[in-house]
């Protein structure tokens, strides 16, 4: 039976679609009747949230109270919401995202004790330009202060008299060869040098200040989890924790 269904499909016609009119192919494909069925319902689902939002519209009372009042404000007629500031940067919401307060405490001791041993190294002898300490010296007169020779007084050569340290004496450089650099080319490698640990030094100390920073926000919002009653003292900048006062109770 089913072979003589085939049989007959065979020999039916095919039935093809009515294509468009030749005068009327300038207007394109003749729409057929499932293209039109999505058309309307496209136009019925837009007419239904028209009338939705106009009814919506109708019902507001302007007088109505709604938290976005306080967080937007009017722009040429246009309600634009205001921008919240930025209380974590990039580097610390990704530190916080994978890592826990231990890792962050190891990794802040191993940075002071990076730092611990470089100003041990540095001495920290010429960091700043400006001299904090200042060196008085007294004398009886206005006669000894127009004759006053700084050079003599502290027993060294002029060359030497700028420098707040290694500033031998006379004696001292008669009797004592010079060891070190010496010549102007090797002098200027070695401030280059140290001026490069200078900065890394205090790259490493502005690293440590933003990991104990980090390691108190992680603390923060570990003591938040406990279920005891706080409020907010002080908000979270990027570079403190939010503060928080905690009702005192009794540990039995």
Known sequence: MSSFRKALKSKQRDHKERSQ????????LLEKKKDYKLRADDYHRKQKTLVALRKKAMDKNPDEFHFKMIHNHLKDGVHMLKPKEETMTEEQKKVMRTQDIRYVEMKRVSEMKKIERMKSELHLLD????????????????????????????????????RAYNRPTIETLEKKSIVGAVEPRSIKKLAKQRELQYLRLSQRIDREKKMFVISQ???TRKDLQDKVKKVKVCEETGSAPAVYRFEAKRKR
């Open 127 to 162: 960091v700043d330009d400006e001299k904090k300490n200042k060196q008085v010296f007294y004398v009886d007169s206005k006669k000894e202060v127009e004759a006053f020779d700084l050079a003599t007084h502290l027993n060294t050569v002029p060359e030497l008299v700028g």
């Open 217 to 219: 926000k992680i603390q």
């Open 21 to 28: 009119l030749g005068f009327r192919k300038h207007l394109g």
